[in-house]
């Protein structure tokens, strides 16, 4: 996360640290000069004093990446620490990309979709949200909006995807473990992520990765059963405690495909009633999906679920009841399944 990459460099377990061009704090490289991390940049628009410069370049990308590479681990042997200063660690599953959730939901032969919209059209899944973007110093605990809005979205058999800060606030949280699911998940939810072995929390990748969702969201359209468009779907994607303008981008193109979008902070045209309507009323009308800023992280919660059982509605879909999947069952003994049996079938036995 962005807020956390002086810290990395702290650990002394960092042989490189590589960047583009935003979300960099200006003097990591002079911080990295304190440890044996080398800090190399890849584009000519983001260059910095201290650090090396490798020019990335789209034709030669993977000898690019190989000499990145290369350079990291020969730079393995200057590492002077195993991590004494390292304390609470967490264990994380990550790189859920959109081919590999197809994929671990039916294997190589029947890679897709269906297992998760039959789950969501069921009421096991009560819906998506995707809970992404920034963490922020300026709220009361930088990372709590992100832990609060997953923890209460996988109670509430929601089932949450994550990118960039986001996800390394839940990463640290240790949401990303399919055990996660079965001390944490709603009991529809927990019987999806057992099934399949996903922890409830899906980290998605960097923040540039949020396109990935949007193809999630697209394959899940596709695959039938919830709608015929992105905004039919019972799903929300919300960056709770955003600050930087690419987060405004996302969240812009995200609405353009249909996704009603919540962000974390006081509206920032707040003085334009009509500005607010456009971006609301207006925007739903034309492209499906809509953009409101909501302060208090209770209420992008409750706005949320109300969105998300207001499409499960507009499909027709069962209504969602917690505590119908998933709850423990009584196993019968031979003989109260035999009185089950002969009650079933009145004509055996009758002389
Ligand atoms: S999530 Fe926000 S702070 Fe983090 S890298 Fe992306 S734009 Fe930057």
Redesign the pocket.
């Given at each position: 996360?962005?807020l956390n990459q002086e810290l990395a460099i702290m650990t002394g377990l960092a042989e490189a640290v590589m960047v583009d061009v935003?979300?960099i704090m200006p003097a990591l490289a002079k911080a990295a000069k304190n440890f044996h991390t080398k800090v190399i940049t890849t584009s000519r628009k983001g260059k910095m004093i201290d650090a090396v410069h490798i020019q990335y370049d789209e034709r030669r990308a993977k000898e690019v990446a190989r000499e990145i590479l290369k350079m990291a681990i020969d730079n393995y042997g200057n590492r002077t620490t195993e991590g004494s200063r390292v304390h609470d660690t967490a264990d994380v599953i990550a790189g859920f990309s959109h081919e590999y959730i197809a994929y671990m939901q039916g294997g190589r032969f029947r890679a897709s979709f269906r297992p998760l919209n039959d789950a969501i059209m069921a009421g096991r899944i009560r819906g998506v949200a995707a809970v992404v973007?920034?963490n922020n110093p300026r709220i009361a605990a930088q990372d709590s909006i992100h832990d609060y809005l997953a923890t209460e979205f996988v109670k509430n058999d929601v089932l949450v995807v994550t990118t960039?800060?986001?996800a390394a606030a839940c990463a640290k949280a240790g949401y990303m473990t399919p055990e996660t699911a079965l001390e944490m998940a709603g009991p529809g939810l927990k019987e999806v992520c057992e099934a399949i072995g996903i922890p409830p929390v899906l980290h998605l990748g960097?923040?540039v990765d949020n396109s990935r969702i949007l193809t999630v969201t697209t394959e899940m359209a596709q695959e039938g059963g919830l709608g015929e468009d992105i905004s039919d779907l019972p799903a929300v994607g919300i960056a709770p405690e955003w600050?930087?303008e690419?987060?405004l981008a996302i969240g812009c193109y995200f609405v353009a495909s249909g996704v009603y979008v919540i962000f974390g902070s006081e509206h920032p045209a707040k003085a334009s009633q009509e500005v607010q309507r456009i971006m609301t009323e207006v925007w739903e009308e034309r492209v499906g999906g809509r953009l409101e800023f909501i302060p208090d992280p209770e209420e992008i919660l409750k706005k949320s679920l109300e969105h998300i059982d207001a499409k499960r509605e507009a499909l027709k879909l069962r209504k969602y009841e917690p505590g119908r999947f998933g709850v423990e069952r009584k196993l019968m003994s031979m003989e109260d399944r035999r009185k089950l049996e002969s009650a079933a079938r009145p004509h055996e036995g009758v002389k």
């Open positions: 996360g962005f935003q979300c973007g920034c960039g800060c986001g960097a923040c600050m930087s690419k987060a």
